[in-house]
């Protein structure tokens, strides 16, 4: 059985390109793992905080040393890093939005990112710890992105390898519902991104 956490940080609710794709995704992944099991959060509608100096200063703090303040200030943090840990295959729903992605999922990994839970620093530097996992990233956009005089204005795959790449999640594959507002492409864009799944 495989624990699945499908991520969700679309402003379009019912119209989004990027969970419509999400979910073809986790119906791939089902057909592969029927036992499996899917936990959705939707960041934007959880409202998930950006940090502040007090939650930020806190995961300096060993976990023995917290105040009950702070404890609580954190236990939002620690509840995202523990769903985390906990799952073995990750959809992230990500439109782009001006170019990068929503700042919900921005404030989601400020959350999850935690030196010495989530990584920690060796002899030849970072080490992620967040391992073993299988990450899919639904991307969606109005224009083209994947090639051409776009692609260097994609900061939302990059970034997401990078990112995920520094806590451990190496094993990431980007399908793309991409030219969505792009005359002649629009028309089958959807199309074109479901086929392009493969689950491995």
């Known amino acids: 059985m495989k624990r ?19 979910h073809a995704i986790i119906e791939k992944i089902q057909d592969k793992y029927p036992d499996s099991k899917v936990e959705e959060l939707n960041l934007v509608d959880t409202e998930i905080p ?18 009950a303040e702070e404890k609580e200030s954190i236990r939002f943090s620690d509840e995202l890093v523990k769903q985390l840990l906990a799952v073995d295959i990750i959809v992230i729903g990500a439109p782009l939005i001006n170019f990068t992605i929503h700042t919900a999922l921005k404030a989601w990994i400020d959350h999850v990112t935690r030196a010495g839970i989530t990584f920690g620093y060796g002899k030849n530097g970072p080490v992620g710890k967040v391992t ?26 990059p970034y997401l390898k990078a990112f995920l790449g520094f806590l451990g999640m190496t094993d990431l594959t980007v399908f793309r519902a991409e030219g969505l507002k792009v005359p002649d492409v629009k028309e089958h864009a959807m199309e074109k991104a479901i086929d392009s799944i493969k689950i491995d």
């Open 4 to 22: 699945i956490l499908h991520l969700i940080s679309s402003l379009q609710g019912n119209e989004s390109y990027s969970i419509k794709l999400g």
């Open 50 to 67: 950006h940090l502040n100096p007090a939650v930020l200063r806190t995961f300096f703090i060993p976990g023995d040393q917290l105040t």
């Open 132 to 157: 073993g996992k299988k990450v899919y990233v639904a991307m969606s956009s109005g224009g083209i992105f994947s090639e051409g005089p776009g692609k260097a204005n994609d900061f939302v795959a």
